[in-house]
């Protein structure tokens, strides 16, 4: 047995994180910062996550910037415009700045790509521990088949099993241990919709004239910039990445014939450019310009799932996390803001507990509970119901279910002031520390 999967022996507190994803390396960064060892397992060889950009607001970085993270070296872009237009006429119907968003919500928002995000956290997660800090060992190719959750048990897929005091599930939408954390029906249900996904090279748009006139950095702040088309249902969202050297494309769309064959592992299945344009026919000439300017990696298309929110994140000795937990639309793209968050969370509850103490860890996590759910099954709730929000029958009804807290009105827009307001300016250590300093 590797030394890093042996069986919780002394005094230290040991926790497995199963997934090695954003939300599984918030976690684990969070844990070796409260003092635990955490033992990381990801089924891949390396998770892949290429193709794609990622934003991540004020709620999120300002976890980041605790741990660390060096938002400039990953590259990043701050995020603090978003503009809508008419697909077919360029019309602009909505335009809101907020290039005050660090000092009013108490850190920045920026765009990374994936891989520059990912790669930060790894690097986190696996920096020479300092003092007080738990130690970290990350195991690829190994794949959890189960979990006991009340013993804190994993069993990997060749048999073996092994122990911990904490165990988190963070293994993606399509978690295979879901169905090991809880009795009710847990599968991912396909909305019917998919996303084409690539990246273009700015110099490419820049190069030209009418491309520029919407991208010019000179008079554009970088932000959100979304197209809709009503007559297919499409909506195109981009934004920058990597210095403002690549534009991010995201097209939302139904789901066509072949458009990914299985229910999971799709941000690989290749689609062609033709395809793509087919979706794309009631748009203006120019941004239909970039499809043809796509990277070496082409054009991914994957479909999009939702499921059921969980009346729980917490069973025995295990915590589910990230998409794991919610699966999320990328209406707000909060889903990985929501899984740093939950991160954070875990760090201030779990600083300086003995994991072998049942009665306190019991304690904890019900707090856990009680500070994770309103939040992610609302942001979960308003990303699936998607721009209609409170207009979709029985969404307010749900999300009183959760969360009693004030809620955007019917007829906001992803990402304009009111949206940012109840899901990005929210401080996870703050109220974690509050939340167990009245427990």
Same mark, same amino acid.
């Given at each position: ?26 976690? %684990?960064?969070?844990?070796?910062? &409260?003092? #635990? ?22 709620? @999120? ?5 605790? #741990? ?56 986190? @997660? ?38 911990? /005091? ?35 090279? =700015? ?32 909506? #195109?969202?981009?934004? %920058? ?8 494309? &995201?097209?939302?769309? +139904? %789901? ?6 299985? /229910?999971? /592992? ?6 062609? +450019?033709?395809?793509?344009?087919? =979706? ?27 499921? +059921? ?13 990230? /998409? ?25 509850? =779990? ?14 996590? &019900? ?21 209609? #929000? ?15 807290? +004030? ?33």
């Amino acid at each position: 047995m590797s030394p890093a999967l042996r069986a919780t022996a002394g005094p230290q507190s040991r926790a497995i994180v199963v997934g090695a994803g954003i939300a599984g390396l918030s976690a %684990t960064v969070a844990l070796r910062r &409260a003092g #635990w060892d955490v033992s990381v397992l990801e089924r891949s060889r390396f998770k892949n996550e290429i193709g794609a950009a990622i934003t991540v607001p004020p709620n @999120a970085t300002m976890v980041l910037d605790r #741990w660390g993270f060096d938002a400039e070296k990953a590259q990043g872009v701050p995020n603090i415009a978003t503009s809508g237009y008419e697909a077919a006429t360029l019309e602009c119907f909505l335009y809101e700045e907020f290039t005050d968003i660090a000092e009013a919500m108490g850190a920045a928002s920026w765009s990374f790509h994936r891989v520059d995000l990912h790669r930060g956290l790894r690097a986190l @997660a696996e920096a020479a521990p300092r003092p007080g800090e738990g130690e970290v060992d990350i195991q690829l190719g190994i794949e959890a088949a189960a979990v006991n959750c009340e013993e804190g048990i994993v069993t990997l897929r060749d048999g073996e099993q092994v122990q911990a /005091d904490l165990v988190v599930i963070a293994d993606g939408a399509h978690s295979r241990l879901i169905e090991s954390f809880t009795p009710n029906p847990t599968t991912v249900v396909h909305t019917g919709r998919s996303i084409y996904r690539w990246l273009v090279s =700015m110099d490419d748009v820049l190069a030209d004239p009418a491309l520029r006139a919407l991208y010019d950095p000179a008079t554009t702040l970088p932000g959100f910039k979304r197209y809709r088309e009503p007559v297919n249902d499409v909506l #195109w969202v981009t934004y %920058t990445c990597r210095g403002e050297r690549m534009l991010n494309n &995201a097209v939302v769309h +139904p %789901t066509q014939p072949g458009e990914g064959g299985g /229910d999971e /592992d799709q941000w690989h299945s290749a689609v062609a +450019p033709e395809q793509v344009l087919a =979706m794309l026919e009631h748009f203006h000439e120019t941004p239909r310009k970039i499809v043809g300017l796509a990277n070496e990696d082409g054009i991914k298309v994957h479909r999009l799932f939702k499921r +059921p929110a969980l009346d729980s994140f917490v069973r025995g000795r295990a915590v589910v996390v990230g /998409d794991a937990a919610h699966v999320m639309l990328p209406t707000h793209a909060a889903g990985g803001a929501i899984a740093i968050e939950s991160a954070a969370a875990l760090e201030v509850l =779990m600083r300086g507990v003995d994991g072998r103490d049942g009665e306190v860890m019991k304690r904890r996590l &019900a707090l856990f509970d009680r500070l994770r759910l309103p939040r992610c099954n609302l942001t979960m709730l308003a990303s699936n119901a998607g721009p209609p #929000w409170l207009a979709v029958p029985g969404v307010e009804e749900e999300v009183r279910k959760y969360y009693d807290g +004030p809620l955007p009105p019917a007829g906001c827009l992803p990402w304009t002031s009111e949206f940012r307001e109840a899901l990005f300016h929210h401080d996870a250590y703050r109220v974690a520390e509050e939340m167990l300093a009245r427990d």
